[in-house]
């Protein structure tokens, strides 16, 4: 027969063991309710700023830039519209097209070059879509298929 005392020491150590497992799956709930919290602290300051945003009249909504169009750093020239309105990256380009050597027109991978580049496909075709973002919001034109070059210089 069993003693007693043994039967007592297994059944306390199947008590600290259940004491273990729950412990865990406290520390687990507690985790995952704090991340719960903090999610719905996000979603009511959002909700907050949204209905601010609303409340203000509509004049205090910025207006874009005229000639912007959205998403976009190109804007499309107008009279009297300097280069300076134009993104870092596409007044340099104009700078270049605008160059001496780019009077008679620049490819891509000299432009690539020109701007200190590296002439590779993935550079010289980054080049070329905003190039041709420049050709179509009137900044640049394309005398050749290919071939840029500023606004201002006569058709080669």
């Known amino acids: 027969m069993a003693s007693v005392?043994?039967?007592?020491?297994?059944?306390?150590?199947?008590?600290?063991?259940?004491?273990?497992?729950?412990?865990?799956?406290?520390?687990?709930?507690?985790?995952?309710?704090?991340?719960?919290?903090?999610?719905?602290?996000?979603?009511?300051?959002?909700?907050?700023?949204?209905?601010?945003?609303?409340?203000?009249?509509?004049?205090?909504?910025?207006?874009?830039?005229r000639g912007s169009v959205a998403g976009s750093p190109v804007p499309h020239r107008t009279d009297g519209m300097a280069a300076s309105v134009l993104a870092p990256d596409y007044q340099r380009i104009v700078s270049v097209l605008e160059s001496e050597a780019g009077q008679e027109g620049m490819r891509c991978q000299q432009l690539a070059v020109a701007l200190g580049l590296k002439a590779v496909p993935a550079k010289v075709e980054g080049l070329r879509s905003k190039a041709k973002r420049l050709v179509e919001r009137g900044w640049a034109r394309q005398v050749r298929p290919g071939v840029f070059t500023a606004l201002a210089v006569p058709a080669v």
């Open 5 to 65: 005392l043994g039967l007592l020491e297994a059944r306390e150590k199947k008590v600290r063991e259940e004491i273990a497992r729950l412990r865990e799956e406290a520390e687990r709930v507690q985790a995952a309710l704090g991340e719960a919290e903090r999610a719905l602290e996000r979603l009511v300051d959002a909700r907050v700023t949204v209905a601010e945003v609303l409340a203000q009249p509509p004049s205090a909504v910025a207006e874009p830039q």
